[in-house]
């Protein structure tokens, strides 16, 4: 989702770090107006940087559209019920990128990196899709179809 927040009534566009506007004319709207993107997540806060990656490029594909510099966004998380700023600064910039790279290069290798089960896989819609038990590392489908004969030849005897 996108907010616009309305910035002070001023003569020019402010810049962002010297990036690029920090604000936007909306059409039948009064005034300059600063894109705040948010991510709105069921659950908790997660260790590590994915949601704040994940907001960052949501953040850099709105700059490329609308021609402005987005300073901060946000995460609300249901679980807490908390709202958080993110600063878009250029550490997470930077890993955004560098994670958008790597995503081109897969998709022209035409590689899909093998899943690798963890806690938080519980809770993903995509699970039954994915399926990271049975097609993660060290996995081929022989051996997946062979421990699951197994099990069923050790409960019917």
Not at 25 to 35: I, Q, S, T, V, Y
Not at 87 to 114: F, I, N, V, Y
Request: charged share 30%; aromatic share 8%; hydrophobic share 35%.
């Amino acid at each position: 989702m996108v907010e616009f927040h309305r910035l002070p009534n001023l003569e020019e566009v402010p810049l962002g770090r010297g990036k690029g506007p920090i604000g936007v004319r909306l059409e039948d709207a009064l005034g300059l107006w600063r894109p705040v993107p948010v991510e709105y997540k069921r659950g908790q806060p997660k260790l590590g940087l994915c949601d704040e990656v994940q907001l960052c490029a949501q953040a850099l594909c709105l700059e490329e559209m609308l021609d402005v510099f987005i300073l901060a966004g946000a995460m609300f998380y249901g679980k807490p019920r908390r709202r958080y700023d993110v600063t878009l600064d250029d550490s997470l910039r930077t890993e955004t990128e560098r994670l958008a790279a790597r995503l081109h290069q897969l998709t022209r290798a035409g590689k899909t990196p093998p899943p690798r089960y963890e806690k938080k896989c519980r809770n993903c819609s995509l699970l039954s899709f994915c399926l990271p038990k049975a097609t993660g590392r060290r996995r081929s489908v022989g051996r997946y179809l062979d421990e699951v004969f197994a099990e069923v030849e050790k409960e019917t005897t």
